[in-house]
T-cell receptor, first 111, second 111 residues
Framework: NAGVTQTPKFRVLKTGQSMTLLCAQD?????MYWYRQDPGMGLRLIHY???????AKGEVPDGYNVSRLKKQNFLLGLESAAPSQTSVYFC??????????FGQGTRLTVV | GQQLNQSPQSMFIQEGEDVSMNCTSS?????WLWYKQDPGEGPVLLIA?????ELTSNGRLTAQFGITRKDSFLNISASIPSDVGIYFC???????????FGTGTRLKVLA
């Protein structure tokens, strides 16, 4: 009964490096989301997807790219990491009938 | 970016006291959600509200969907130490699949 699984859980990057965060859900949910959480800012939507092969920008999309090649996976990419992208990243999934279920988060530090 | 106004930002209460927090928005939402986040974990859903005026309980928690569809309230009765955490409201924007989150209420319970 995995739900939403995020990998990795922790990562330290140097400025300018790239990386991909993976989100996998086993609930057959149509919609998937990537949020970042910063102190005092709550959760802010980066990108989201309403189905396989589709993506859309959220509130803070700059510096990130996403892909949804398979329904169960939603990838978040950082092409050239910056210190401002130090944050905790959360993936979530939902359907039209259910609320969003969240993963455990990925703590990313960019030095 | 659009965010919900959540208050209070933090609360220190004595065990056994009741707690109230609320969220307001300039936008209309068709769904209101309340989540709790424990340290190092992703948010976990507490209560979901789907109709204006709806009042829903989950144990000691009670939440209401404001009649104007622009606000919601969460009450916790007879608080206990394990209620400690950050509580987030979230609204689903009408006509979209996006959830917008409040900035959170940090609750601390003193035994």
């Amino acid at each position: 009964n995995a739900g939403v699984t995020q990998t990795p859980k922790f990562r330290v990057l140097k400025t300018g490096q790239s990386m991909t965060l993976l989100c996998a859900q086993d609930m057959n949910h149509e919609y998937m989301y990537w949020y970042r959480q910063d102190p005092g800012m709550g959760l802010r939507l980066i990108h989201y997807s309403v189905g396989e092969g589709t993506t859309a920008k959220g509130e803070v999309p700059d510096g990130y790219n996403v892909s949804r090649l398979k329904k169960q996976n939603f990838l978040l990419g950082l092409e050239s990491a910056a210190p401002s992208q130090t944050s905790v990243y959360f993936c979530a999934s939902s359907t039209t009938e259910t609320q969003a279920f969240f993963g455990q988060g990925t703590r990313l530090t960019v030095v | 970016g659009q965010q919900l106004n959540q208050s209070p930002q933090s609360m220190f209460i004595q065990e056994g006291e009741d707690v109230s927090m609320n969220c307001t928005s300039s936008s209309i939402f068709n769904t209101w959600l309340w989540y709790k986040q424990d340290p190092g974990e992703g948010p976990v859903l507490l209560i979901a509200l789907y109709k204006a005026g709806e009042l829903t309980s989950n144990g000691r928690l009670t939440a209401q969907f404001g009649i104007t569809r622009k606000d919601s309230f969460l009450n916790i009765s007879a608080s206990i130490p394990s209620d400690v955490g950050i509580y987030f409201c979230a609204g689903q924007i009408s006509g979209t699949y996006k959830y917008i989150f409040g900035t959170g209420t940090r609750l601390k319970v003193l035994a």
